[in-house]
């Protein structure tokens, strides 16, 4: 089974920290995203990498960034919190190959900016 | 207009019954479709993959419409273990757009 690992389940920071979610895959997957999730909007995509070092932005990259040192870890770091950022973050992985596979998630980080 | 669209709900249905589920997408390259199941607070988890021919697992049946541009998931005989909100998503290239989900609720 693939297994995504998000380092924490629940963070609290506070207004202008620089805040560091990380996520580890188990199953040498090229492709790994980050996700935030809001009542009524859905998972909207932040930022994902397709490889070691690359990155793309996603639909809502504002305040975000990310990094890919490691394939096994994809890292997104919220540079000065805001507490519009307070959601629930989810880290997602699948192969490179095209077709159908799906993305397997973590179980996600539930962050509240004070 | 979203890419992926789908009722929000919430479904209200008693145990036995019959619920479907309607997704439609506007990117029409998009080259696979699957249905993800989340429980409340919980993350998204891989219910099935929707194939071209229409698929069944169990009491669940997924059917793509290429022509249309919608996925449907039929679920028979609800169990109160199905309540969980339900979410569609496609993919084209690398990227997965996920549709904002329908709630299910069965009731005893």
């Known amino acids: ?114 | 207009r979203k890419e992926v669209e789908q009722d929000p709900g919430p479904f209200n249905v008693p145990e036995g019954a019959t619920v479907a589920f309607n997704c439609t997408y506007s990117n029409s390259a998009s080259q696979s479709f699957f249905w993800y199941r989340q429980d409340c607070r919980k993350e998204p988890k891989l219910l099935m993959s929707v194939y071209s021919s229409g698929n069944e697992d169990g009491r669940f049946t997924a059917q793509l419409n290429r022509a249309s541009q919608y996925i449907s998931l039929l679920i028979r005989d609800s169990k109160l273990s199905d309540s969980a909100t339900y979410l569609c998503g496609n993919t084209g290239g690398f990227k997965t757009i996920f549709g904002a989900g329908t709630r299910l609720f069965v009731k005893a």
Request: net charge neutral.
């Open chain 1, 1 to 114: 089974d693939v297994k995504v690992t998000q380092s924490s389940r629940y963070l609290v920071k506070r207004t202008g920290e620089k805040v560091f979610l990380e996520c580890v895959q188990d199953m040498d997957h090229e492709n790994m995203f980050w996700y935030r999730q809001d009542p009524g909007l859905g998972l909207r995509l932040i930022y994902f990498s397709y490889d070691v070092k690359m990155k793309e932005k996603g639909d809502i990259p504002e305040g975000y960034s990310v990094s890919r040192e490691k394939k096994e870890r994809f890292s997104l770091i919220l540079e000065s919190a805001s507490t519009n950022q307070t959601s629930m973050y989810l880290c997602a992985s699948r192969p490179r190959e095209l077709g159908d596979q799906p993305q397997h998630f973590g179980d996600g980080t539930r962050l509240s900016i004070l």
